[in-house]
Antibody, heavy 117, light 107 residues
Framework: EVQLVESGGGLVQPGGSLRLSCSAS????????MHWVRQAPGKGLEYVSA????????YYADSVKGRFTISRDNSKNTLYLQMSSLRAEDTAVYYC??????????WGQGTLVTVSS | EIVLTQSPATLSLSPGERATLSCRAS??????LAWYQQKPGLAPRLLIY???NRATGIPARFSGSGSGTDFTLTISSLEPEDFAVYYC?????????FGQGTKVEIK
């Protein structure tokens, strides 16, 4: 059974930093691209960032480019999102997603990031 | 960036009725479009991929159609568990984008 478990969310002040982790199990982690998708409270879904299966290629939404860094450790079956210079508009539930044949087939349960003073 | 516009924003229907949801892309996405269902407090679930293919375990009452810029998700006969928010998403180009969602509510 595919499982994606996010952690690392919490309350952070504007301008602060946070690192999210996503622990994967039930599939060969190193064979799949992985993405982060977020959802602000009461709002829709927003793609945040992507990383290729071997970690060589990364992509970012313009809204987070230069502030967020996606990475992965295939030896630990773990995906990361390093977030810095956080803003109130980054407040959201962050989902870790497995990309299967190009689509978001498996999602984690999400971790809430709240940016507030 | 490819903008996906969903309509209507809210659809008020009764169980057993047919639901028709629309998703229009600002430029062609070929057939690289998916539909997701989201219930409150839960992660989205993939329903339809490549415009018309049902994901594993999705009931036959869900169907998708379209290509290019105009797409439709049809629920042939609404079950109580189908009342939720539905999103379309494209993977034709970066950044990946979602529509703003259509809420299917009980009338």
């Amino acid at each position: 059974e595919v499982q994606l478990v996010e952690s690392g969310g919490g309350l952070v002040q504007p301008g602060g930093s946070l690192r999210l982790s996503c622990s994967a199990s039930g599939f060969t982690f190193s064979s799949y691209a992985m993405h982060w998708v977020r959802q602000a409270p009461g709002k829709g879904l927003e793609y945040v960032s992507a990383v290729s299966s071997n970690g060589d290629s990364t992509y970012y939404a313009d809204s987070v480019k230069g502030r967020f860094t996606i990475s992965r450790d295939n030896s630990k079956n773990t995906l990361y999102l390093q977030m810095s210079s956080l803003r109130a508009e980054d407040t959201a539930v962050y989902y870790c997603v497995q990309v299967n044949s190009g689509w978001y087939k498996y999602w984690g349960q999400g971790t809430l990031v709240t940016v507030s003073s | 960036e490819i903008v996906l516009t969903q309509s209507p924003a809210t659809l008020s229907l009764s169980p057993g009725e047919r639901a028709t949801l629309s998703c229009r892309a600002s430029q062609s996405v070929s057939s690289y479009l998916a539909w997701y269902q989201q219930k409150p407090g839960l992660a989205p679930r993939l329903l339809i991929y490549d415009a018309s293919n049902r994901a594993t375990g999705i009931p036959a009452r869900f169907s998708g159609s379209g290509s290019g810029t105009d797409f439709t998700l049809t629920i042939s006969s609404l079950e109580p568990e189908d009342f939720a928010v539905y999103y379309c998403q494209q993977r034709s180009d970066w950044p990946r984008t979602f529509g703003q969602g259509t809420k299917v509510e009980i009338k």
